[in-house]
Structure formats: structure tokens, C-alpha cells
């Protein structure tokens, strides 16, 4: 039987490299600790099995996790002196060939986080303009609406009144609190949830009745605990999203903040 023909890679769109901007980038991010773990690297391999794309791939060498963090260190000798092909390659690593998961740094006889050395890939690549579609949209969203799936405030609100309303039914008296000052804790959701899954906000809130839960919702943007910015090693949008939580939990007086995600 003939083997399977591998697939060409997409094409993906020139782009025009900012050298400088990846020159800050990098001193962004050239901490004590990259550093290090980028001259330590003994390349013993160790971590190799540890990674979910080597194996999968036959053990194809290119996937052992030492050698696609080591992409770093080219990147920084380079100093933003970069072609579109090795920054197409370094999209291919950061995104096709790491999940982030951490396995082979827990692996890693020297403790060398190689996730977080991909992760700045990724951030490097965001300065470009180089984001999976999917995570720009949802970033831009974040931006723009601060939740992931562009839930107006409007909406939001207005679902939660229709769970309370369907939670009555079942549950007279229950309720889904919105703004209540100084309630033991707030309660996030993913924006998938109010989007997709609203019954997913009925059945916590049925929940929190039953035990006698004092907890609130907020209806200004900071109840979406999901954080794609993340992802892409946008740590800007990051920290604006963390920073909404933070600022409705400081606004309702809650003891705690609890999430889904």
C-alpha cells in the first residue's frame, strides 16, 4: 500500500517585517531567565518523548521540544535581521507544533521552561502581525467589547433576566444576582456560555441556590474569565482583560472571584 502523500503547506500572505519591532520584542522579553535557560540546554533529549508531536510524527527530530525552543536563540541572535521563510517557520513551530502543554519542561533534568520559550516565540510573532486568525478576532473582541465572542452589555444582562426567569420555574425564589455589593463572591463564565450555552449560568446559579450561596454576577465587561490574548503572547490585551476582572470585583466589594475556565 502506498504511503500517504504529505500535504503542502498553506501559503500564508507576505508580510511586511518591522526589524525593529522585533528588536523590541526581544528586549521585551531577554530576561535572567531566557538567558539562562537558553544556554544551559544540554540537548540530552530527555524531553523528547514527553512530546505528544514527536511521537505522533514518528519521532521525527525536529519535533523534540529542546529543538524547537533552541528557535528562540536563532531569533535572538538575529537581532530582527529575518526573512518571511523564517518567520513562516517559527508561525509553524510556535502554533503547528506546540500546544503550550508543559510536559517536557516538568521532564526537563535542568527545569528549562521550553513552553514558555515558544510562548515568546508567539508574542515575537504578534508584533508582526503573524496570529491565527481565529485568536486576532477574538482578541480585537476583547478590545473592542471586553469578552472573547462580542456580547454586548446589553445582551448579557438580558440573558441572565431569561435564565432567572426560566430558573423560577423550576426553583420559585431562586435568582441570578446582577451588581450585588459586597456578595461573598463573583461568578465568571466563559463568553461561550451567554453566546452558546446560556442553560450552562442556569444550572451554576441552581447550584449556588441550593447551597445558599451569596454570589452576584457583574453586568459591566470584566464576567468573561477566558484569556486568548494569552495565546498569542499578546501580554497587553492580557493584562487589560485580567485588569476588567479585577476592577468590577474592587467595584462590587466581593471577598473572591471564581471562574470557569
Partial sequence: MAEPQAQPKPQRPEIQINPEAIRQ????RLNARLKMWMRICAHCGLCADTCHFYTAKNKDPRMVPSFKAQ???KLFKKKGAVDQAFMDELYDTAYGECTLCRRCTLYCPFGIDMAA???TLRGILTS??????GLKAAIQNYIETGNQMAVSEEDWVETLKWMEEELQEELPGATIPIDKVGAKM?????????????QDIQMAAKIF????????????PGWDDTNLAMFAGDIKTASYIVKLIKEQAEALQVKRVVITE
Fill in 186 to 198: 463573583m461568578y465568571t463564565v466563559n463568553a461561550r456560555e451567554p453566546k452558546y450555552y446560556p
Fill in 209 to 220: 441556590h441550593v447551597v445558599g450561596e451569596d454570589w452576584t454576577f457583574p453586568s459591566k
Fill in 117 to 119: 520559550m515558544v510562548a
Fill in 25 to 28: 520584542a526581544v528586549d521585551a
Fill in 71 to 73: 528557535k528562540l536563540k
Fill in 128 to 133: 508582526q502581525g503573524m496570529t491565527p486568525e
